[in-house]
């Protein structure tokens, strides 16, 4: 049986004995419940980790700005598909493989995730055309293929963290794609987020500007915003190494995405991502 429930304003307490209480986040409260809905469960370190997590983000301002956040390194997959700001829940295509604790990875042509959030129809988002991060958190320090986050229709966002020409491509809400040098030992571990301000765009590496870009033409991308590949175009570019989570959402400052990848960090840590 699950543990019982008591609000008060935007808190819930989850009762572990007579003498002790958990005090969660009424989002992380929404979560687990989402989750348990579902048929997953959440163990009690997990919220608590996940609590800290969204309680951080909104005390640093970085939460407002963001749309979603799926913890793909998660106990279980009902866990892992269910964003923890908006409550949607992701698509695994194609079988790709879930590791607990450390997310998913593509198994091939084909196998990719779909998030079901096609940004050029939701109304109300911070995504926008002028005004937008994506990110997500390679697990793994291996070249591979394909990109860790990108569009589902148009080639218009895409992260290549490590390409196996040595390079690492990428663009958000950009015509023109930028190139950057090739990547730390020419590898991709580590949070990627790219931002746009509607004249420039940013890439960083845990938290670090590591390539900067001047935006061409603002296009938002169309269809669902994927993970693990690009289904059209260069649908046979997969990525292999394992993602531990992904999200995006309006600009963040460089203060914002130092502030994400810390926060993140130390979930990552908490639970054995290196």
């Known amino acids: 049986m699950d543990a019982a429930f008591t609000f008060s304003n935007s808190i819930v307490s989850d009762i572990v004995s007579p003498m002790s209480s958990v005090d969660y986040d009424l989002n992380t409260m929404l979560w687990f419940q989402q989750v348990i809905a579902r048929g997953g469960t959440v163990s009690l370190t997990r919220r608590r980790l996940v609590d800290a997590l969204i309680v951080t983000l909104k005390s640093l301002g970085v939460w407002s700005k963001l749309d979603r956040l799926w913890l793909l390194a998660n106990e279980n997959t009902t866990a892992a598909?269910?964003?923890?700001?908006?409550?949607?829940?992701?698509?695994?295509?194609?079988?790709?493989?879930?590791?607990?604790?450390?997310?998913?990875?593509?198994?091939?042509?084909?196998?990719?995730?779909?998030?079901?959030?096609?940004?050029?129809?939701?109304?109300?988002?911070?995504?926008?055309?002028?005004?937008?991060?994506?990110f997500a958190w390679s697990v793994d320090d291996a070249a591979v293929s394909g990109p860790i986050i990108a569009a589902e229709v148009n080639a218009f966002n895409d992260i290549y963290p490590a390409f196996t020409d040595g390079h690492l491509y990428w663009r958000i809400n950009d015509q023109n794609g930028d190139v950057s040098p090739a990547p730390l030992?020419?590898?991709?571990?580590?949070?990627?987020?790219?931002?746009?301000?509607?004249?420039?765009?940013?890439?960083?590496?845990?938290?670090?500007?590591?390539?900067?870009?001047?935006?061409?033409?603002?296009?938002?991308?169309?269809?669902?915003?994927?993970?693990?590949?690009?289904?059209?175009?260069?649908?046979?570019?997969?990525?292999?190494?394992?993602?531990?989570?992904?999200?995006?959402?309006?600009?963040?400052?460089?203060?914002?995405?130092?502030?994400?990848?810390?926060t993140l960090r130390t979930y990552m840590t908490a639970i054995g991502v290196p």
């Open 81 to 134: 598909a269910i964003d923890i700001i908006a409550l949607t829940a992701l698509t695994p295509i194609g079988a790709p493989v879930f590791t607990t604790d450390r997310g998913y990875a593509s198994a091939g042509t084909g196998s990719y995730i779909r998030t079901n959030v096609d940004v050029s129809v939701v109304s109300g988002l911070n995504f926008q055309a002028a005004s937008a991060c994506d």
């Open 185 to 262: 030992n020419a590898h991709c571990q580590g949070l990627w987020c790219a931002t746009n301000t509607g004249l420039n765009e940013t890439l960083y590496r845990n938290g670090a500007s590591f390539s900067t870009g001047t935006i061409v033409a603002n296009v938002l991308p169309s269809g669902s915003i994927t993970i693990l590949t690009r289904v059209t175009g260069a649908a046979g570019d997969t990525f292999t190494a394992n993602c531990a989570c992904a999200g995006f959402g309006g600009f963040l400052t460089a203060t914002d995405a130092l502030n994400l990848y810390n």
